[in-house]
T-cell receptor
Framework: GESVGLHLPTLSVQEGDNSIINCAYS??????FIWYKQESGKGPQFIIDIRSNMDKRQGQRVTVLLNKTVKHLSLQIAATQPGDSAVYFCAEPRNNNDMRFGAGTRLTVKP | EAQVTQNPRYLITVTGKKLTVTCSQNMNHEYMSWYRQDPGLGLRQIYYSMNVEVTDKGDVPEGYKVSRKEKRNFPLILESPSPNQTSLYFC???????????FGQGTRLTVV
């Protein structure tokens, strides 16, 4: 069946290093993906999105890469800061109008 | 300020006592949805609404009801809450399913 999932549930990085968070999807017809960040005690916040006609999209310190061949996307955070510590979710709208979220990856930034 | 407002933030109730969690957005969004978040399971969609008077089931609709009588409001109703509905609930809104969603601050519900 369709699924949006993450390879690793936790990721710990040193402050200043780059972080890479991965997400796999199974529906090859998926045409839009979103990354959200959820800080402790808060609701998820939009980070960046990408449409299937793109392979890469960049924001401020963040880059999302989409590999449609292997149905995989990743979120890269450059020069990771303590404020980046959070749970990161990928999400995918499905054909029947509902939204599917991955289980999330907890990013911890060590000073 | 653009926002999604949920109330209450915290609620403890007893099994079987009907409750409503309210959600309101001030961005004129058409798409609204409810999620529950449980440890290790991420966010699971309960119900969503594409527009006024249009609602549909998400992944885990059992035990929940919603209504969309006005564009800005999307209340979540638990007619007879059970302990397995203890969870953290989020309301979200967006212009459509392929645009960024704005989430409320969450409602932590405990059913004893």
């Amino acid at each position: 069946g369709e699924s949006v999932g993450l390879h690793l549930p936790t990721l710990s990085v040193q402050e200043g290093d780059n972080s890479i968070i991965n997400c796999a999807y199974s529906n090859s017809a998926s045409d839009y993906f979103i990354w959200y960040k959820q800080e402790s005690g808060k609701g998820p916040q939009f980070i960046i999105d990408i449409r299937s006609n793109m392979d890469k999209r960049q924001g401020q310190r963040v880059t999302v890469l989409l590999n449609k061949t292997v149905k995989h996307l990743s979120l890269q955070i450059a020069a990771t800061q303590p404020g980046d510590s959070a749970v990161y979710f990928c999400a995918e709208p499905r054909n029947n109008n509902d939204m599917r979220f991955g289980a999330g990856t907890r990013l911890t930034v060590k000073p | 300020e653009a926002q999604v407002t949920q109330n209450p933030r915290y609620l403890i109730t007893v099994t079987g006592k009907k409750l409503t969690v309210t959600c309101s957005q001030n961005m004129n969004h058409e798409y609204m949805s409810w999620y529950r978040q449980d440890p290790g399971l991420g966010l699971r969609q309960i119900y969503y609404s594409m527009n006024v008077e249009v609602t549909d089931k998400g992944d885990v609709p059992e035990g929940y009801k919603v209504s969309r009588k006005e564009k800005r409001n999307f209340p979540l109703i638990l007619e007879s809450p059970s302990p397995n509905q203890t969870s953290l609930y989020f309301c979200a809104s967006s212009f459509g399913k392929r645009t960024e969603a704005f989430f409320g601050q969450g409602t932590r519900l405990t059913v004893v």
